[in-house]
């Protein structure tokens, strides 16, 4: 089981972390390769996201982020990838869907047309993002549509076994390292407003429908 916590920042200092320039400095900074990638996500409405399922294909590969804690800027997942995974962990959240869907192993695109589920959001994004201090990941997402966010975000492989409270332990524990990562390192992470990718694209998405000339 990966678990995954991540808050979100603003990223006006993004010339100061590629240059490690604030003080004090990052004792450890790597620059990974620019990526550019393909996210389109899934849902009925918003029934998966008010379920806590975010669930989507990155350059064509099924990936779901399962929410377990935290808020919209401080987050807290269970990362799934991959068919199988994913097919069990909507299972898990959904089973009024599955038990009308018939088959105990879902073909998961059968799945979304038979519970009528459906693209809602295309983003193209390309990402810098940043290996700190050993463990740390930092991300700069900048999308096709003109939205910028930061995150940082740690991960941690979980047993699938472990009772609840040991797993719940384990993400406040993740969530108050980043919490001091974040206060240590403050030049590199300014205070403010941000939103998720997501959000803001549907933000966008309605200005851009309000604004439409009549035909």
Request: a positive charge.
């Amino acid at each position: 089981m990966l678990l995954e916590v991540e808050r979100k920042f603003c990223p006006s200092a993004a010339g100061l972390i590629t240059c490690n320039a604030g003080s004090p400095p990052f004792r450890q900074i790597l620059r990974h390769r620019r990526q550019v990638f393909r996210d389109v996500y899934y849902d009925h409405g918003r029934f998966l996201r008010n379920a806590g399922v975010w669930l989507r294909r990155r350059n064509k590969r099924w990936e779901a982020k399962l929410k377990v804690g935290g808020d919209y800027k401080y987050s807290q997942f269970q990362e799934v990838k991959g068919k199988t995974a994913i097919d069990a962990a909507i299972a898990k959240h959904l089973q009024g869907l599955i038990s009308r869907t018939g088959p105990r192993h879902l073909d998961l695109p059968l799945f979304l047309g038979a519970c009528r589920i459906e693209p809602v959001a295309d983003i193209e994004t390309m990402r810098d993002s940043w290996t700190a201090d050993d463990e740390y990941t930092i991300v700069i997402d900048t999308t096709d549509f003109g939205h910028t966010v930061g995150e940082v975000e740690l991960e941690h492989n979980h047993p699938e076994l472990v009772q609840e409270d040991a797993k719940n332990d384990m993400l406040k524990q993740m969530d108050q390292k980043i919490a001091v990562f974040m206060q240590r390192y403050a030049w590199a992470f300014p205070s403010g407003q941000c939103k998720g990718k997501l959000t803001a694209f549907f933000e966008w998405k309605n200005r851009a429908t309000e604004q439409k000339p009549f035909e």
